[in-house]
């Protein structure tokens, strides 16, 4: 059952409830608009959503003047959630999410470890498209997130449960007055020359599905973005390149073929009807005959996933003979890479039908793989399986592999020990093709 905004606001009278007007939807739509990716759009509506709503109610509410911070907008909801105010000498950072969950509070790491950036206290802001309202839930400061949240290395947020938030807004007023010091010590972000900045624009220029914050190491992508000339020229590069390739479709795919598409799904199951879907064909995925399981003497990729399953099936891992596989050609800073997946259902008739992703990576054409290189499967609620290739491995492959119903899906993440990763489209095995 749904509750009505006045219903909510009687049964949690101590949280903040606001109601969304048509004209802050419509400047939320004028800021998407402005964005290039997927995740940029996504995080400017909300945002811009939030930002206006929380705005209108401190006016209303408070006796300070609430000051955006000047870089919100949508150069920087084109690279990290999230928007920062000061409100008298103190400053917050609102996290809007579209969640119904609020058990926990994710904050990117760019909010907690830059100075420049890094706020007194967080709010944790649960936005409803639907029904035209928001809740700031709960809020933090600095000095918890930093001693009790989790820090998640491969997303780079710091996850603060429940438990650690204070739900009455009212306490944060207090503090405020009292002028308590909330804020942890951070050590400077490095500055990068104006070389190295050039650089890293030119490297993340062109327009992806996503934000491009997990394409670097922290401390360089920190100095990139600390400095506002340098953020707001990446944006305009990105905005630039993708009104260009606006023309010509193809163009993203061209420059960044895994990546243009990694909002989209690999349907795993029609590999077994001897088909792929759209997806796997544009990204060149490769689909194998049918397992022998009896490796030959040549090392064509089907010969070298044959000896590399038929060393596994005598270890840990019983792969039937209905399990059929694809492989897909990578390059990734230099390194020659090629995927292996390998997927088959698990029926029984009284459990819930399953499926099975075995992802094996290796060398192109028997090429090495370099010692941490790391192979990460993930799904909704973060890392599955993580394997990384030790310098004492007696095998030159990474192999990983996960289990889920026909509705879960799978990410692969590849990362190198130089700090370059990739991300690919998730894996779903349903009988049918997806639209």
Same mark, same amino acid.
């Given at each position: 059952?749904?509750?009505?905004?006045?219903?909510?606001?009687?049964?949690?009278?101590?949280?903040?409830?606001?109601?969304?007007?048509?004209?802050? +939807?419509?400047?939320?739509?004028?800021?998407?608009?402005?964005?290039?990716?997927?995740?940029?759009?996504?995080?400017?509506?909300?945002?811009?959503?939030?930002?206006?709503?929380?705005?209108?109610?401190?006016?209303?509410?408070?006796?300070?003047?609430?000051?955006?911070?000047?870089?919100?907008?949508?150069?920087?909801?084109?690279?990290?959630?999230?928007?920062?105010?000061?409100?008298?000498?103190?400053?917050?950072?609102?996290?809007?999410?579209?969640?119904?969950?609020?058990?926990?509070?994710?904050?990117?790491?760019?909010?907690?470890?830059?100075?420049?950036?890094?706020?007194? +206290?967080?709010?944790?802001?649960?936005?409803?498209?639907?029904?035209?309202?928001?809740?700031?839930?709960?809020?933090?400061?600095?000095?918890?997130?930093?001693?009790?949240?989790?820090?998640?290395?491969?997303? %780079?947020?710091?996850?603060?449960?429940?438990?650690?938030?204070?739900?009455?807004?009212?306490?944060?007023?207090?503090?405020?007055?009292?002028?308590?010091?909330?804020?942890?010590?951070?050590?400077?972000?490095?500055?990068?020359?104006?070389?190295?900045?050039?650089?890293?624009?030119?490297?993340?220029?062109?327009?992806?599905?996503?934000?491009?914050?997990?394409?670097?190491?922290?401390?360089?992508?920190?100095?990139?973005?600390?400095?506002?000339?340098?953020?707001?020229?990446?944006?305009?590069? %990105?905005?630039?390149?993708?009104?260009?390739?606006?023309?010509?479709?193809?163009?993203?795919?061209?420059?960044?073929?895994?990546?243009?598409?990694?909002?989209?799904?690999?349907?795993?199951?029609?590999?077994?009807?001897?088909?792929?879907?759209?997806?796997?064909?544009?990204?060149?995925?490769?689909?194998?005959?049918?397992?022998?399981?009896?490796?030959?003497?040549?090392?064509?990729?089907?010969?070298?996933?044959?000896?590399?399953?038929?060393?596994?099936?005598?270890?840990?891992?019983?792969?039937?003979?209905?399990? %059929?596989?694809?492989?897909?050609?990578?390059?990734?800073?230099?390194?020659?890479?090629?995927?292996?997946?390998?997927?088959?259902?698990?029926?029984?008739?009284?459990?819930?039908?399953?499926?099975?992703?075995?992802?094996?990576?290796?060398?192109?054409?028997?090429?090495?793989?370099?010692?941490?290189?790391?192979?990460?499967?993930?799904?909704?609620?973060?890392?599955?399986?993580?394997?990384?290739?030790?310098?004492?491995?007696?095998?030159?492959?990474?192999?990983?592999?996960?289990?889920?119903?026909?509705?879960?899906?799978?990410?692969?993440?590849?990362?190198?020990?130089?700090?370059?990763?990739?991300?690919?489209?998730?894996?779903?095995?349903?009988?049918?093709?997806?639209?």
């Amino acid at each position: 059952m749904k509750l009505s905004l006045p219903e909510l606001r009687t049964m949690f009278a101590n949280q903040v409830w606001i109601e969304l007007s048509a004209t802050d +939807y419509e400047r939320a739509g004028l800021t998407k608009k402005s964005c290039t990716n997927e995740t940029g759009c996504s995080n400017a509506e909300l945002n811009q959503l939030c930002l206006n709503g929380f705005l209108d109610w401190a006016s209303e509410h408070l006796d300070q003047t609430a000051t955006p911070w000047p870089g919100a907008g949508a150069s920087l909801w084109e690279m990290v959630n999230g928007t920062a105010l000061t409100l008298g000498t103190t400053r917050l950072v609102l996290m809007p999410s579209q969640a119904m969950d609020t058990e926990e509070l994710s904050v990117p790491q760019e909010w907690v470890d830059i100075p420049q950036w890094a706020a007194d +206290y967080y709010l944790g802001v649960q936005v409803n498209l639907e029904q035209s309202w928001m809740q700031i839930w709960g809020y933090t400061s600095h000095r918890t997130l930093k001693r009790k949240a989790q820090y998640d290395s491969i997303y %780079r947020t710091y996850g603060l449960d429940r438990d650690f938030m204070i739900t009455d807004l009212d306490l944060l007023w207090v503090a405020q007055e009292l002028g308590l010091d909330e804020k942890m010590p951070l050590k400077p972000i490095a500055a990068l020359t104006q070389s190295e900045a050039e650089a890293l624009l030119v490297q993340l220029s062109q327009p992806t599905p996503y934000s491009p914050r997990l394409e670097l190491e922290f401390e360089p992508w920190a100095g990139l973005l600390a400095q506002d000339e340098w953020r707001q020229r990446l944006y305009q590069q %990105r905005l630039d390149n993708a009104t260009r390739a606006a023309a010509t479709p193809a163009a993203i795919a061209e420059v960044h073929p895994a990546r243009s598409l990694q909002k989209s799904v690999i349907n795993a199951a029609l590999w077994l009807e001897d088909r792929v879907d759209r997806v796997a064909q544009e990204l060149s995925w490769v689909l194998l005959p049918a397992l022998a399981l009896e490796p030959a003497a040549l090392r064509s990729p089907t010969q070298e996933l044959e000896i590399i399953l038929a060393q596994l099936q005598r270890t840990e891992v019983d792969i039937p003979a209905a399990a %059929r596989s694809a492989y897909q050609n990578l390059e990734l800073a230099g390194s020659h890479l090629r995927l292996y997946a390998v997927t088959w259902p698990i029926v029984a008739a009284e459990t819930v039908p399953r499926w099975f992703l075995l992802l094996i990576l290796a060398g192109q054409s028997g090429g090495t793989l370099a010692a941490g290189t790391k192979l990460l499967l993930s799904d909704r609620t973060g890392v599955l399986v993580e394997r990384e290739l030790s310098s004492d491995s007696p095998h030159q492959y990474i192999v990983g592999g996960v289990s889920g119903t026909w509705d879960e899906t799978f990410r692969t993440t590849i990362s190198l020990v130089n700090g370059a990763s990739l991300t690919l489209p998730e894996f779903r095995f349903h009988p049918e093709p997806l639209v």
